[in-house]
């Protein structure tokens, strides 16, 4: 399905969205938001979809962040309440998404990215949070979801210099999952898909869901003895009893995600 600035592919229980503004290196602008903002609701409500993968077209970029060229032109900058590219402030998403990271992400779209529970990068992926430089600050998330992911001090390595980090320093840092070839990128992320699909997506959205919320506290102590909507679904749904009894029978679940 092609949007204007998006497409979208179904694969069974996968999506694949592609940000497609390659001439303005997949740079987003207000209208581009509100669309992926869109692609995203109907993702989440969609009980048929299990899993998501967001990357770039082209060869060179994966999303060069907010489109100034867009402003600079008179373009109108709206607030989307989902933030960058429908993403980057939906917190209640339990399903996963995967980045494929083709080739640069540059603030907003590294601020995507690190949305994203796990990124694949190629091989020519970069990497970098550069508002410093233009008197700008990485608002889409970025500054808290970074050192979350990477700690503290390295993450103001980044983010205190708007340096441009490569795909394999990305990896030794702790952001990137995988680093792969170019030509080897939505494969290998295909790849992680259908192997997360092989889990019960109730099991899925429960993990994603308690270890995401957890963070809200301090101790590992508190974050064990809240209540969480997601495990009453866990223990109440259909694959709770599928998963043991496939185990029992020595064959492949059925898995309903419900």
């Known amino acids: 399905m092609n949007y204007e600035y998006s497409k979208v592919e179904k694969d069974g229980k996968l999506w694949i969205i592609t940000l497609n503004r390659p001439e303005r290196m997949n740079a987003l602008h207000s209208p581009a938001h509100f669309e992926l903002e869109e692609i995203f609701n109907n993702?989440?409500?969609?009980?048929?979809?299990?899993?998501?993968?967001?990357?770039?077209?082209?060869?060179?970029a994966f999303c060069a962040g907010n489109d100034l060229r867009y402003q600079a032109e008179g373009g109108k900058l709206e607030k989307n309440p989902m933030g960058f590219a429908g993403l980057?402030?939906?917190?209640?998403?339990?399903?996963?998404?995967?980045?494929?990271?083709?080739?640069v992400a540059m603030g907003g779209g590294f601020e995507i990215a690190l949305a994203c529970d796990l990124i694949i990068a190629s091989e020519s992926a970069r990497f970098a949070l550069p508002e410093p430089k233009v008197g700008l600050a990485a608002l889409a998330g970025g500054m808290h979801r970074l050192p979350r992911q990477i700690g503290m001090k390295r993450a103001m390595g980044m983010m205190l210099t708007g340096r441009v980090v490569e795909a394999a320093e990305g990896l030794s840092?702790?952001?990137?999952?995988?680093?792969?070839?170019?030509?080897?990128?939505?494969?290998?992320?295909?790849?992680?898909?259908k192997s997360i699909m092989e889990c019960s997506p109730t099991s899925v959205r429960?993990?994603?869901?308690?270890?995401?919320?957890?963070?809200?506290?301090?101790?590992?102590?508190?974050?064990?003895?809240?209540?969480?909507?997601?495990?009453?679904?866990?223990?109440?749904?259909?694959?709770?009893?599928?998963?043991?009894?496939?185990?029992?029978?020595k064959r492949k679940p059925k898995w309903t995600g419900k």
């Open 43 to 60: 993702f989440s409500n969609d009980s048929d979809a299990w899993v998501a993968i967001i990357t770039g077209s082209g060869d060179r």
């Open 206 to 249: 429960t993990t994603k869901d308690v270890a995401m919320s957890g963070l809200s506290f301090s101790s590992v102590e508190s974050a064990m003895e809240q209540k969480y909507d997601s495990v009453v679904e866990l223990f109440t749904g259909e694959d709770f009893i599928e998963g043991p009894l496939a185990f029992s029978e």
């Open 173 to 193: 840092l702790g952001f990137v999952n995988e680093v792969v070839k170019h030509e080897n990128l939505l494969e290998s992320s295909i790849g992680w898909a």
């Open 88 to 103: 980057t402030s939906r917190f209640d998403l339990k399903k996963p998404v995967i980045a494929a990271v083709n080739g």
